[in-house]
């Protein structure tokens, strides 16, 4: 009886064995086809960021990018000779300390017993600017040798 109790557990163990080898086999399996699900994601990110770095070099965003900092660059320096060069002495000889900016009317006084003024300096000031960009824009333009579509 010994024996035939041996041999049980002997069959028992080879089928948990068989059954754990079938287990491990079946795993094995699904790593691989996970291994290919991955690799076949990988293909597909990579061709999503070269078609997307493509398209930024079509479309000259980059360009477009370089253009707006050194424009918000040079809008800077401009406003500065604008208030700070070419205004005091438009103001001084309007007769205004605060350059065009300090150039108001007074209209009279309104019913609820408030001045009424007109700031027509800020706007002066404010057109000056909008010419002188312009013309800096314009410059840009044609020192570049850029085409200026005449219509």
């Given at each position: 009886m010994?024996?035939s109790?041996k041999?049980k557990?002997?069959?028992?163990t ?5 059954k ?16 290919r699900?991955?690799l ?15 398209f930024i070099?079509a479309q ?16 800077t ?7 700070n060069?070419?205004m005091?002495p438009?103001g ?10 300090g ?9 609820a ?7 027509y300096?800020?706007f ?5 600017n ?10 840009v333009?044609k020192?570049?040798k850029f085409e200026?579509?005449?219509?």
């Amino acid at each position: 009886m010994e024996k035939s109790a041996k041999s049980k557990k002997e069959e028992a163990t080879g089928k948990k064995i068989e059954k754990l080898e079938e287990r491990g086999e079946k795993l094995e399996e699904q790593g691989k086809k996970l291994e290919r699900k991955v690799l076949a994601l990988g293909k597909k990110g990579k061709e999503g960021v070269s078609g997307f770095v493509g398209f930024i070099r079509a479309q000259g965003v980059i360009g477009l990018a370089v253009g707006l900092v050194i424009g918000t660059a040079a809008s800077t320096l401009v406003h500065s000779l604008i208030n700070n060069v070419v205004m005091p002495p438009l103001g001084f000889l309007l007769g205004s300390s605060d350059g065009l900016k300090g150039l108001s009317w007074t209209m009279g006084v309104t019913p609820a017993g408030e001045e009424a003024v007109l700031n027509y300096g800020m706007f002066l000031s404010d057109l000056i600017n909008f010419l002188v960009i312009a013309l800096v824009v314009y410059l840009v333009m044609k020192w570049l040798k850029f085409e200026i579509n005449k219509k």
